[in-house]
């Protein structure tokens, strides 16, 4: 784990040697010190020499100055160490998850995707930053205290061989509780983001459905099972402290039981007996400061664990196919006997079999049941998903001889979910050509019937959507998505029933403006009404996965059952509604 994390400590390495080196410094000034307040006792009380006692009192002085500075540049190193570490740790992640397929981000909840770059991330910066002061200081602090009072007493320092071993085993008792504990709260923590993110997202659907008290229900569980595993976490790591309390005290009175005969027989001066508490003290501090860096490093092995499980998740898509110098060059499509599952433990087929040839500038519609497999067929052709069998082509090569990048260039996707980010309108649209000119944004609006109420807008292209475009209604939404991905001028133009929210009329003022201002583009659009489809040059009916039957409306009434209890259904809700 170590060295999957010790690349991204890049560019911050200087910061970390010379927090390691400050943090020895500072360790072995202060250890000096109980020696000249030895000889203060031992030499200056003893002989009354004060001059002696000043100049080792400002002896002292300047070593703990020393020392002081010596922490301070620890202090300054670990933090800025810790912080590129963690940027440079979030930034690798986040690209991560930026190469990720849909079969990639469905392994990975979002909630959980979020608590990784955060919280995971948060704590693994902070042992960077504690355990680059703690992991050098405690160890140089342990050692060369332990040397120091031997040759002060060696006979005094047998009190270690049985204070030292209990705080071992105490130490390791510990971690092995807590250990499973700290993967148990990172995933409760994953639990309770998922109910306020699901709860955030989706408040109006909750308010609608006067659903606050099940949520607060559900929030409230997960909370209490997030405060039980805290409880258990922590509270077996506050143990830690009065246990260690307890050993260093009990350490303290052995030593001055011991060490007062010693001195009472005339076998130990006075100073070293002062000074042995002093790296007594330093000894069981340092076990205590290890006791710490080993919780601290319990937990973030648990979250080392959990950011490597997205740095080590490799695409299901990549580009390692691709030709290169390959462009996408029309807008033809063929599925080649294509079937496709979402999950390899799936026994069935999503799309199975799927065999039909689309020439470029052609716009077919695609009709079928809930779950028939529509919005899975046009996802293949922008490789959001990968087939298992068949082949896809798109401008007559396979879609993996494309980069992903050129691919996706050249296929504008309107998904079925419509989403905004946070900006204003002309943010938005831009996503579709960030060189765009004020009349190609008005002009793609135009084409999308967006500049309906665009003009109603406070500021026009400028106006502020809020957070996922929460200040227009679906419709408008609808029309913003499609006129974003108008402005792409692409090769093919996929719309996932991306008209739903709006009128028969302005659908079909729609339809019309792709007819006049998209010819050479091909249009596959998803359709759940037969009259948003009806003057397509080919209908796709689905079902069950396959590719029930193509051809015109008017072939389609006389050749298929299924569109035509379709179109039948349709209209006789019409009639009934007039």
Same mark, same amino acid.
């Given at each position: 784990? @170590? ?6 400590? &890049?560019? $911050? ?7 390691? #080196? ?90 959980? @995707? ?8 948060? !704590? ?22 332990? #040397? ?20 071992? +085993? ?8 807590? =250990? ?30 006067? &659903? ?9 569980? &997960? ?13 077996? #790591? ?10 260093? $005290? ?9 060490? =007062?005969?010693? +001195?009472? !027989? ?19 501090? /340092? ?51 294509? /079937? ?20 470029? =500038?052609?716009? #077919? ?7 028939? =497999? ?5 996802? @293949? ?90 200040? +227009? ?6 029309? @913003? ?67 029930? !039957? ?29």
């Amino acid at each position: 784990m @170590l060295r999957k994390l010790y690349p991204y400590t &890049r560019g $911050y390495r200087k910061w970390i040697a010379a927090g390691i #080196v400050c943090s020895a410094m500072d360790a072995i000034f202060q250890l000096l010190i109980p020696l000249v307040m030895a000889d203060i006792v031992d030499v200056g009380v003893a002989n009354g020499d004060v001059s002696f006692i000043v100049r080792k009192g400002v002896q002292m002085v300047v070593m703990a100055m020393v020392a002081l500075l010596f922490g301070l540049g620890s202090a300054a190193f670990s933090s800025r160490a810790g912080m590129g570490f963690g940027a440079n740790l979030r930034e690798a992640e986040y690209a991560c998850v930026q190469d990720f397929s849909f079969s990639n981000i469905e392994k990975f909840s979002t909630a959980s @995707l979020v608590t990784r770059l955060t919280s995971d991330v948060n !704590a693994m910066q902070m042992t960077l930053m504690m355990g680059m002061r703690l992991l050098v200081r405690a160890p140089v602090m342990l050692v060369a205290a332990l #040397v120091l009072s031997i040759r002060l007493s060696a006979q005094l320092s047998r009190v270690f061989l049985v204070s030292i071993p209990l705080l071992a +085993v105490f130490i390791a008792a510990l971690m092995m509780k807590v =250990g499973p504990l700290f993967r148990s709260l990172q995933e409760k923590t994953d639990a309770l983001n998922l109910v306020v993110q699901e709860d955030l997202t989706g408040i109006r659907v909750v308010k609608s459905f006067v &659903r606050e008290d099940h949520e607060q229900e559900k929030f409230a569980g &997960r909370n209490d099972s997030l405060r039980s595993t805290s409880e258990q976490a922590f509270g077996a #790591v506050v143990v830690n402290m009065p246990v260690m309390m307890l050993i260093i $005290y009990g350490t303290i009175i052995a030593v001055m039981w011991f060490g =007062g005969r010693m +001195v009472y !027989a005339g076998t130990l001066p006075v100073g070293d007996l002062t000074a042995f508490f002093s790296y007594i003290t330093e000894i069981l501090m /340092s076990l205590m400061m290890v006791s710490m860096i080993f919780m601290m490093m319990t937990r973030s092995i648990a979250c080392a664990r959990r950011i490597c499980e997205v740095l080590d998740e490799k695409p299901a898509i990549s580009n390692d196919r691709a030709v290169p110098g390959a462009e996408v060059e029309t807008g033809s499509v063929d599925f080649d006997h294509v /079937s496709f599952r979402y999950g390899a433990e799936d026994t069935g087929w999503t799309l199975e079999d799927v065999d039909l040839h689309i020439p470029a =500038g052609a716009t #077919v519609g695609i009709l079928g049941g809930t779950g028939s =497999g529509k919005s899975t067929l046009v996802s @293949l052709i922008p490789r959001l998903y990968e087939a298992q069998e068949g082949t896809v082509r798109v401008g007559g090569r396979p879609v993996s001889d494309y980069t992903m990048e050129h691919l996706r260039d050249a296929v504008s996707v309107v998904l079925q979910k419509n989403t905004l980010f946070s900006g204003t309108v002309r943010e938005n649209l831009l996503w579709g050509d960030p060189n765009a000119t004020e009349e190609q944004l008005l002009a793609a609006c135009r084409a999308a019937c967006a500049d309906e109420f665009l003009d109603r807008l406070p500021n026009g292209l400028d106006t502020d959507l809020g957070q996922g475009g929460v200040n +227009v209604s679906g419709g408008q939404k609808q029309r @913003l998505c499609i006129a974003r991905a108008i402005l792409k001028q692409p090769k093919i133009l996929i719309l996932d029933d991306s008209t739903s929210a709006v009128d028969t009329a302005t659908d079909a003022k729609i339809r019309r403006a792709f007819r006049e201002e998209l010819k050479d583009t091909t249009k596959l659009i998803i359709a759940q009404r037969v009259s948003s489809i009806a003057d397509a040059d080919t209908i796709l009916v689905m079902d069950h996965g396959r590719l029930a !039957a193509q051809g015109t409306h008017a072939e389609l009434m006389e050749s298929c059952e299924i569109y035509r209890d379709v179109y039948k259904s349709q209209q006789e809700g019409v009639s009934i509604g007039g």
